[in-house]
């Protein structure tokens, strides 16, 4: 397995302009999730899918931020319009009900830069 | 309060030194316990879980105290590829299957030659 392919790997782009992540879980897995980190505030859950179902976006810092998930193979998070507070690395990760708990795969993660 | 805590170090420890990492973690009813390992610019990956009875792997010995809320990580003998920084993770066991995990902010270990 390619393991979860995040991209791209590298984003920069200008204040207000509109950024698409995207993210190919490991096949089988049926949670999802997206976590930003940054210096000041570490790892942050922003995100999760079960079964391609939304189950908790409390984390979603605003409603400049939207996640999908159309099919059990992709899910992508929309900046729009995005700020420069949003430069971070985001990660994707997915896990399977069936395997160990705690047992998260991350993907190589989105460096955004935003200008 | 942060859900999970950590000394953010830098611990800058000789190779073959005997390093150990604290987090508490503010939920009492949290269930599971896991380190991490993330090193530069790259993603975080699991390094092991963490039992009640506390558990070894190799030269990495992990412990828990439910009562004091409480996990260790403990590296004998460490090696320069240990540098790294050590993320204290909680699972926020809630209804249903859910499996949320609350990462703390890490602990940066430097082995120095």
């Known amino acids: ?115 | 309060r942060k859900e999970v805590e950590q000394d953010p170090g830098p611990f800058n420890v000789p190779e073959g030194a005997t390093v150990a990492f604290n987090c508490t973690y503010s939920n009492s009813a949290s269930q599971s316990f896991f380190w991490y390992r993330q090193d530069c610019r790259k993603e975080p990956k699991l390094l092991m879980s963490v039992y009640s009875s506390g558990n070894e792997d190799g030269r990495f010995t992990a412990q828990l105290n439910r009562a004091s809320q409480y996990i260790s990580l403990l590296i004998r003998d460490s090696k320069l590829s240990d540098s790294a920084t050590y993320l204290c993770v909680v699972n926020k066991e809630s209804s249903g299957s859910a499996r949320q995990l609350t990462f703390g902010s890490g602990t940066q270990l430097t082995v120095l030659p």
């Not at chain 1, 096949?27 to 790892?43: A, E, K, V």
């Not at chain 1, 079964?51 to 931020?65: A, K």
Request: charged share 20%; with cysteine.
């Open chain 1, 1 to 115: 397995d390619a393991g979860v392919i995040q991209s791209p790997r590298h984003e920069v782009t200008e204040m207000g302009q509109e950024v698409t992540l995207r993210c190919k879980p490991i096949s089988g897995h049926d949670y999802l999730f997206w976590y930003r980190q940054t210096m000041m505030r570490g790892l942050e859950l922003l995100i999760y899918f079960n079964n391609n179902v939304p189950i908790d976006d409390s984390g979603m810092p605003e409603d400049r931020f939207s996640a999908k998930m159309p099919n059990a193979s992709f899910s992508t998070l929309k900046i729009q319009p995005s700020e420069p507070r949003d430069s971070a690395v985001y990660f994707c990760a997915s896990s399977s009900s069936r395997g160990p708990r705690g047992g998260y795969t991350f993907g190589s993660g989105t460096r955004l830069t935003v200008v």
